[in-house]
């Protein structure tokens, strides 16, 4: 167990439950950056919380403070109001409507993808009742109640699993709920279905056991999921010598959760309140952690955002490859550390060479 978990638990009391962690006395010398890090309080943020407890960023310099919030949206509003230099979210959904708004983030290096598919989910999906009538089949939600969280990439994810079904999206009942309080939502009934991400997908499929069925988990071709780290476009040309530390941590930090998943989910289990130690194994297990861009994740993205333009969930001028993503940095960080990548499959060529097609 690392040395920094006392002293990171009892930075974590101090800021009365915020996730804020350092790592270790010596990220406090005065020589070391400060970085805030804002991002999400669920499983897609794992490789940050081993990068902290690994002194990945430390050992190269960097303090960097973790601030875990629920959402995209708030994560975007941080970086707007200036209470974060970078924010961990989803480099297509969130990024385009950020930029829709004037909010004008980009994606540094993703840190959950699967860089061979063009769209692909693996850590969410759509949970259900049995006793509801719920099924796989998109038709048994005509006139259900879903629990989803609205604007976010639960919604992109429900809207496309109905439209597959031939399903129209107001012949459901959504409601809106925050996704830590879906798992009992559902089990006490309040709901037919949720759209969870990982971990509270594991929990719900746990606590409802027999009367739990796994509508949708980790599909391909409704969404393009690349969770990343997001930065305004003016502060990614100005700080590019820290970026690349801060890249380099957590392509270091993609490579431990690869390699030891397990040890991975222990880790989470410290930075996220509440969690069981079996739903992290068992989210992480569906979840991929490559840290490149390929042709294939850039035209997931583009058709991720341009999709939110066509249903109408943002108002913007049609999207381009070079709108979510600014390639300097990852691209020196990979080709003078190709040892972080080295367990990967090559990444495809062409895109007819991509899976996972929207």
Same mark, same amino acid.
């Given at each position: 167990m690392s040395i920094f978990k006392s002293s990171r638990k009892a930075a974590f009391a101090a800021v009365s439950g915020l996730a804020l962690a350092m790592a270790g006395g010596a990220a406090m010398a005065q020589d070391f950056e400060e970085v805030t890090f804002v991002l999400g309080n669920n499983l897609f943020s794992t490789p940050a919380f081993v990068a902290i407890e690994n002194g990945y960023w430390a050992d190269r310099g960097l303090n960097v403070q973790l601030r875990l919030v629920a959402s995209g949206r708030e994560i975007t509003q941080a970086l707007n109001a200036g209470e974060a230099e970078l924010g961990g979210a989803n480099m297509g959904t969130t990024t385009a409507s950020a930029r829709a708004s004037g909010n004008m983030l980009k994606g540094v290096i993703p840190y959950y993808n699967d860089a061979n598919f063009i769209a692909v989910a693996g850590g969410r999906g759509i949970v259900g009742r049995v006793d509801s009538g719920i099924t796989e089949d998109p038709q048994s939600f005509v006139g259900k109640t879903v629990g989803s969280l609205n604007g976010s990439t639960q919604e992109v994810y429900l809207r496309q699993f109905l439209a597959e079904g031939g399903v129209a999206y107001e012949d459901v009942e959504v409601i809106n709920v925050p996704v830590p309080d879906m798992p009992i939502s559902l089990s006490q009934g309040l709901v037919d279905a949720t759209v969870p991400w990982e971990p509270y997908l594991s929990q719900s499929l746990r606590e +409802?056991? %027999?009367?739990? =069925?796994?509508v949708s988990r980790g599909a391909a071709g409704f969404v393009a999921d690349v969770i990343? =780290? +997001?930065?305004n476009?003016?502060?990614? #040309?100005?700080?590019? %010598?820290? +970026?690349?530390?801060?890249? +380099?941590?957590?392509?270091? #930090?993609?490579?431990? =959760?690869?390699?030891?998943?397990?040890? #991975?989910?222990?880790? #989470?289990?410290y930075y996220l309140d509440g969690l069981n130690l079996d739903d992290a194994s068992e989210g992480i297990s569906f979840m991929s952690w490559d840290p490149r861009i390929s042709i294939c994740t850039e035209e997931g993205l583009v058709q991720t955002g341009n999709e939110m333009i066509a249903d109408g969930l943002i108002n913007a001028e049609e999207f381009e490859a070079g709108d979510f993503s600014d390639r300097a940095v990852l691209d020196l960080v990979m080709e003078e550390n190709a040892e972080f990548i080295s367990d990967l499959d090559a990444l495809p060529t062409d895109l007819s060479e991509c899976q996972g097609a929207l």
């Amino acid at each position: 167990m690392s040395i920094f978990k006392s002293s990171r638990k009892a930075a974590f009391a101090a800021v009365s439950g915020l996730a804020l962690a350092m790592a270790g006395g010596a990220a406090m010398a005065q020589d070391f950056e400060e970085v805030t890090f804002v991002l999400g309080n669920n499983l897609f943020s794992t490789p940050a919380f081993v990068a902290i407890e690994n002194g990945y960023w430390a050992d190269r310099g960097l303090n960097v403070q973790l601030r875990l919030v629920a959402s995209g949206r708030e994560i975007t509003q941080a970086l707007n109001a200036g209470e974060a230099e970078l924010g961990g979210a989803n480099m297509g959904t969130t990024t385009a409507s950020a930029r829709a708004s004037g909010n004008m983030l980009k994606g540094v290096i993703p840190y959950y993808n699967d860089a061979n598919f063009i769209a692909v989910a693996g850590g969410r999906g759509i949970v259900g009742r049995v006793d509801s009538g719920i099924t796989e089949d998109p038709q048994s939600f005509v006139g259900k109640t879903v629990g989803s969280l609205n604007g976010s990439t639960q919604e992109v994810y429900l809207r496309q699993f109905l439209a597959e079904g031939g399903v129209a999206y107001e012949d459901v009942e959504v409601i809106n709920v925050p996704v830590p309080d879906m798992p009992i939502s559902l089990s006490q009934g309040l709901v037919d279905a949720t759209v969870p991400w990982e971990p509270y997908l594991s929990q719900s499929l746990r606590e +409802l056991g %027999d009367n739990g =069925v796994a509508v949708s988990r980790g599909a391909a071709g409704f969404v393009a999921d690349v969770i990343g =780290v +997001l930065a305004n476009e003016d502060y990614i #040309a100005e700080n590019q %010598d820290m +970026l690349e530390l801060f890249a +380099l941590g957590m392509m270091e #930090a993609t490579q431990f =959760v690869r390699e030891n998943p397990d040890q #991975a989910a222990e880790i #989470a289990t410290y930075y996220l309140d509440g969690l069981n130690l079996d739903d992290a194994s068992e989210g992480i297990s569906f979840m991929s952690w490559d840290p490149r861009i390929s042709i294939c994740t850039e035209e997931g993205l583009v058709q991720t955002g341009n999709e939110m333009i066509a249903d109408g969930l943002i108002n913007a001028e049609e999207f381009e490859a070079g709108d979510f993503s600014d390639r300097a940095v990852l691209d020196l960080v990979m080709e003078e550390n190709a040892e972080f990548i080295s367990d990967l499959d090559a990444l495809p060529t062409d895109l007819s060479e991509c899976q996972g097609a929207l």
